[in-house]
């Protein structure tokens, strides 16, 4: 019996689908349990990060970080008022003579002490993102981690360089730099913004989501361990109401922020009237283009990768998979059959692949649209088989095909494991589709062909474009978008321009 | 032998390589510094800027896919248009101006220099721990609005405006209010200097008036100022809680000192820098 049926002249059909699972005989080769089995101290309550302390904040209010894959209190986090951020600001800004005097090598040698710091408790870092975030254990620890210190490694380097990465110029500090961050990657946006602030010579204030404050207390401590001087790294946590006070805050002379783009542009709107300069790393609906000949099977794991890593919590996610007409049929059964082995759930098990949901507030808005997925006319395929956990918070990797490029969920940011599948038949097609969105972050291209490749990179309207690959990150490597998605460059020598002036 | 009675010539626009005159039919007053009626210039309107943002947008492709060698020819021919008119120019600025014009197209050459220069000295390969190659280059990023100084009406609107176009974009400027006139002789240099029509776009009239729509214009993605008061400044800087707009205004700057302004970071605010990685594994 074959189960292969003979391709026709005018088109190259699917073969006859094989259930693989079934194949393999259902669930009975399914991995076992392997946990992760340390478990880093967390105290109870935790205090703001001011001047080198851990003090109360001022109003004595904290607030619950939850594990969203059991729903349980980790530790009581303090809520900083705008007194509170008024205490960081006056820290950074007393700290800001000292350091932004000190010898490039001399800082740059207490940030490489930082990294090694962090090398050195790597797997307590990992195991905390993991816990208070949701993210699964392996990219925690492959990725998010070593990434981090990485980045402190890079910028270490470069405190004594900045006369040679900007040609004919005399780079200064900024001064005291507010920096807001996201959930999604806690410790590496972290360290995306603290290391080229402090590499040429500024001093921070930053927040955390409030959701995920656990690693950046965490890395407060390193601060301490290693003897940063005081003052030079302040974290205060909070929600909205803290970050606002940041942004309205009249010490501070820079602020980057990395989130929604809706926020970007109101923080935008609140230092319209100040010189206060501005980075902003916003959001994305990244189009990932596959043609007819690519590489399918490489290509298929490059859609995963796009936009199912981290439950679909990356800003340049690959969220609008552009497929070749020709192969529409092929990649689809191919996407069916690879999300069929994905493993959904307990984020500590280091066989997971998808982890929990960040919050209770961004399930509920997956799910929003989801339900406007299929309202709107597109079919949804529901081909994970991974049974979830009772509590905590949980979505199934999942996709749309039969989306128009008008529907809301081919054109709005999601921020979670949803990819849109449209078709194109011509690289103009699949160019100019792209290039409609008033987003520009990150694109991918698969295609085997050299010249077709280059072409079409260049013709995307994308800071970053993967080729024959997909969310790849490096500290060398600059990130960040066009239009919409923001402005300004983290990493590489191109991330120092924010940072100096 | 009566004296003879001069022309008084009516300065028109320059948008999308033509010659028009405003939309508006309104025109202002140019009075030399004896008060003599000396010309006429336009008074741009919001459906001029309209106009001249739409006719840079159509040509900006054109323009930055043109070769960097081709594109640092033509800004060096713009440099010898504007040295066949340096005496008209240097009249119209008044006193110091043949100083000033001379610095101008000094700045003119500058730049003409830095197009194929430019992706080498702030572009890269980027040495990623991995079986990749990575590398970064700069390219334009659309159509971006000049808002010249007053002073120095020339040499202002020249460092702000050719940093944008050697980088590949094209511009839409509104010119110095209280002069003009060397900007509307600069459009006739403009038209003769192999640019494609629409990559510069000047209009003279009133920053009252005008720097709001180019605030607010979604097709303009950056903006390059000088000289604009403190109210004007905040509405420019609006633009970027619009369509995220990159803002650049300079202040206290002095346009003689090539030190000030000259080099790539005039050219930086104005390129979006794009990374690329590829697999190298076989």
């Known amino acids: 019996m074959s189960i292969v049926s003979k391709p026709s002249a005018s088109k190259i059909e699917a073969p006859k689908r094989l259930d693989l699972r079934a194949a393999i005989g259902g669930g009975i080769f399914e991995y076992a349990p392997a946990p992760e089995s340390v478990r880093p101290e967390i105290a109870d309550q935790y205090g703001l990060f001011i001047g080198g302390e851990f003090i109360e904040p001022i109003s004595g209010n904290h607030f619950a970080s939850m594990n969203p894959a059991t729903e349980d209190t980790l530790a009581m986090v303090a809520d900083a008022s705008s007194a509170d951020v008024d205490r960081a600001v006056q820290a950074a800004r007393d700290a800001l003579p000292a350091w932004a005097g000190l010898s490039g090598k001399n800082r740059g040698k207490y940030m490489y002490r930082i990294a090694r710091r962090m090398q050195e408790r790597a797997r307590e870092l990992a195991v905390l993102e993991t816990l208070d975030g949701g993210k699964p254990i392996k990219e925690s620890r492959d990725v998010d981690v070593p990434l981090a210190a990485a980045h402190f490694f890079y910028h270490a380097g470069w405190a004594d360089k900045l006369k040679y990465a900007l040609p004919g110029r005399d780079p200064k500090p900024v001064g005291v730099c507010g920096q807001i961050i996201p959930w999604n990657f806690p410790l590496m946006m972290l360290s995306w913004k603290i290391a080229p602030a402090l590499a040429c010579g500024n001093t921070v204030v930053l927040k955390p989501a409030e959701t995920t404050s656990l690693t950046a207390l965490r890395f407060a401590q390193i601060c301490q361990e290693i003897g940063l001087p005081k003052g030079v790294v302040n974290i205060v946590t909070g929600a909205g109401e803290t970050g606002k006070a940041m942004v309205e805050h009249r010490g501070i002379d820079k602020i980057a922020f990395t989130g929604s783009t809706v926020v970007g542009k109101a923080i935008a709107k609140t230092v319209a009237s100040t010189k206060k300069k501005l980075t902003l790393e916003l959001g994305g609906k990244s189009a990932n283009i596959i043609f007819e000949d690519a590489s399918l099977d490489q290509a298929i794991e490059g859609i995963i990768e796009g936009i199912y890593f981290n439950q679909g919590h990356v800003c340049c996610a690959g969220s609008r998979l552009f497929v070749q007409e020709s192969i529409l049929d092929r990649v689809v059964d191919k996407l069916t059959d690879r999300m069929s082995t994905l493993r959904v759930g307990d984020p500590m098990d280091k066989n997971t692949d998808v982890g929990a949901i960040n919050s209770k507030e961004q399930l509920d808005t997956i799910e929003r649209f989801l339900a406007t997925g299929e309202n709107e006319g597109a079919t949804k395929h529901d081909v994970c088989p991974s049974t979830l956990p009772e509590k905590g918070y949980w979505c199934k990797p999942c996709f749309y095909t039969g989306v128009q490029p008008s529907h809301t969920i081919a054109r709005e940011e999601i921020f979670g494991p949803v990819l849109a599948v449209l078709s194109f038949r011509t690289p103009d097609e699949a160019i100019s589709r792209a290039n409609n969105s008033p987003y520009g972050l990150a694109a991918g291209v698969w295609t085997d062909k050299g010249s077709k490749i280059f072409d079409v990179a260049k013709k995307l309207d994308a800071g970053i474009v993967w080729l024959n690959t997909y969310n790849k990150f490096d500290p060398t490597s600059p990130f960040g978008g066009y239009k919409e998605s923001g402005f300004g460059r983290e990493g590489g020598r191109h991330g120092l321009l924010a940072y100096c002036q | ?282």
């Open chain 2, 1 to 282: 032998m009566s004296e003879r009675i001069p022309i008084i010539k009516t300065y028109k626009l320059a948008i999308g390589g033509k010659f028009p005159r405003t939309e508006s039919g309104r025109t202002i007053e140019v009075h030399d510094s004896a008060q003599n009626l000396i010309a006429h210039v336009c008074r741009a309107s919001r459906k001029d800027v309209r106009n001249a943002v739409e006719a840079a947008s159509k040509v900006q492709g054109t323009w930055a896919n043109a070769t960097a060698y081709l594109r640092g020819q033509v800004l060096y021919r713009l440099a010898e248009m504007m040295e066949g008119k340096r005496l008209e120019l240097a009249h119209a600025i008044g006193a110091g101006g043949e100083r000033e014009v001379d610095a101008a197209i000094d700045r003119v050459i500058h730049f003409a220099g830095w197009t194929d220069k430019y992706p080498q000295v702030m572009g890269g390969t980027n040495p990623v721990a991995g079986p990749y190659h990575n590398f970064t280059i700069p390219f334009a990023m659309g159509t971006v609005g000049v808002i010249a100084p007053d002073e120095p009406a020339l040499l202002g609107l020249v460092s702000l405006m050719v940093p944008i176009i050697a980088a590949g974009n094209a511009c839409v400027v509104l010119a110095s209010e209280k002069n003009p006139v060397p900007t509307m002789i600069l459009s006739e240099a403009i038209a003769t200097s192999d640019l494609p029509g629409g990559v510069v776009n000047l209009l003279s009239g009133y920053r009252d008036e005008l720097v709001e729509h180019f605030s607010l214009h979604r097709e303009l993605i950056g903006i390059h100022a000088s000289g604009v008061s403190e109210a004007h400044r905040t509405l420019l800087r609006l633009g970027s809680a619009d369509n995220l707009k990159r803002v650049t205004i300079h202040e206290d700057i002095d346009f003689f000192d090539d030190a000030q302004c000259e080099g790539p970071g005039w050219m930086d605010p104005f390129v979006e820098f794009k990374t690329i990685w590829h697999p190298s594994a076989v």
